[in-house]
């Protein structure tokens, strides 16, 4: 099993570009989560999904956009990208109900906004 | 306001030299705290959930201990391999989310 895989690994945006970020898992889980990870800030939750066809905000949405198309799929949006936005992005997966809830990460994505 | 607070911020031990890191958190529900080890470059990897008040966990050179206001994560003899960055996490009783520290840097040096 691959668990969680996040592509791509590394990318350079200029101010103002596009891009997305994908989030895949094989564990047939059914919440997805992003994180982005900054120094001194944690891990703060963007958007989340408790299912195929919805999506959530977290702490800190704005600047993001996400879909949850498919069960297995999460993608995250950046429609104009700002340096603000420079950081490690994480996407985590669950199984829902009590006693399971523990997350599984991807290895990460490190975005740099120029 | 709901806030996760992790201390120290770093911790340089020798090797077999015991210690325990810190997680206070100030919640309005706590429905479970989690541990989770991370490696440069890595995203985090889980250790350990607690639930209630009293209630330890151990795995290998790691306790973890939780009470109504904090946990701790024990490390008995650690070892160069034990070096890395432990994040705590708390999940409110509104079940869906997920709450970090800014984690404390652990390294054992040999």
């Known amino acids: 099993n691959a668990g969680v895989t996040q592509t791509p690994k590394f990318r350079v945006l200029k101010t103002g570009q596009s891009m997305t970020l994908l989030c895949a898992q094989d564990m047939n889980h059914e919440y997805m989560y992003w994180y982005r990870q900054d120094p001194g800030m944690g891990l703060r939750l963007i958007h989340y999904s408790v299912g195929e066809g919805t999506t959530a905000k977290g702490e800190v949405p704005d600047g993001y956009n996400v879909s949850r198309l498919k069960k297995q799929n999460f993608l995250l949006g950046l429609e104009s990208a700002a340096p603000s936005q420079t950081s490690v992005y994480f996407c985590a997966s669950r199984e829902p109900g009590h006693l399971n809830e523990k997350l599984f990460f991807g290895s990460g994505t490190q975005l740099s906004v120029l | 306001e709901d806030q996760v607070t992790q201390s120290p911020e770093a911790l340089r031990l020798q090797e077999g030299e015991s210690s325990s890191l810190n997680c206070s958190y100030t919640v309005s529900g706590l429905r479970g705290l989690f541990w989770y080890r991370q490696d440069p470059g890595k995203g985090p990897e889980f250790l350990f959930t607690?639930?209630?008040a009293g209630e330890e966990k151990e795995k290998e050179r790691l306790k973890a201990t939780l009470t109504k206001k904090e946990s701790f994560l024990h490390i008995t003899a650690p070892k160069p391999e034990d070096s890395a960055t432990y994040l705590c996490a708390v999940q409110l009783n509104t079940g869906n989310q997920f709450y970090f520290g800014t984690g404390t840097s652990l390294t054992v040096i040999p």
């Open positions: 607690l639930y209630s």
